[in-house]
Nanobody
Framework: QVQLVESGGGLVQAGGSLRLSCAAS????????MGWFRQAPGKEREFVAF????????HYADSVKGRFTISRDNAENTVYLQMNSLKPEDTAVYYC??????????????????WGQGTQVTVSS
């Protein structure tokens, strides 16, 4: 069992920055990969970013590449999503998720075993 708790969301103007955190508990954090997804109003949940166990390998959706950075601190059991140059279209509920099976099918939501409750990010124009 893994528990995930996101924080750091809020309201920011376009061009601004936010850093999301996802605190994990329940199993050895360094033993599983992590992903971030988001869901905008009226849209399906979509992949944002992925990071492997060690943090040396990352992947991003094209829409956030160059603006968002995923990282992890295995000593603190936390994964982060640094979001810069935010745009109104980044407005969504952001979720972190854990891939315990090591599928590395990182775009596929079904590859993730546990999800956080989500944190709202709103970017005003």
């Amino acid at each position: 069992q893994v528990q995930l708790v996101e924080s750091g969301g809020g309201l920011v103007q376009a061009g601004g920055s936010l850093r999301l955190s996802c605190a994990a508990s329940g199993r050895t954090f360094s033993s599983y990969a992590m992903g971030w997804f988001r869901q905008a109003p009226g849209k399906e949940r979509e992949f944002v970013a992925f990071i492997n166990l060690s943090g040396r390998s990352t992947h991003y959706a094209d829409s956030v590449k160059g603006r968002f950075t995923i990282s992890r601190d295995n000593a603190e059991n936390t994964v982060y999503l640094q979001m810069n140059s935010l745009k109104p279209e980044d407005t969504a509920v952001y979720y972190c998720a854990a891939d315990l099976a090591g599928t590395y099918d990182y775009i596929n939501q079904r590859a993730y075993n546990y999800w956080g409750q989500g944190t709202q990010v709103t970017v005003s124009s």
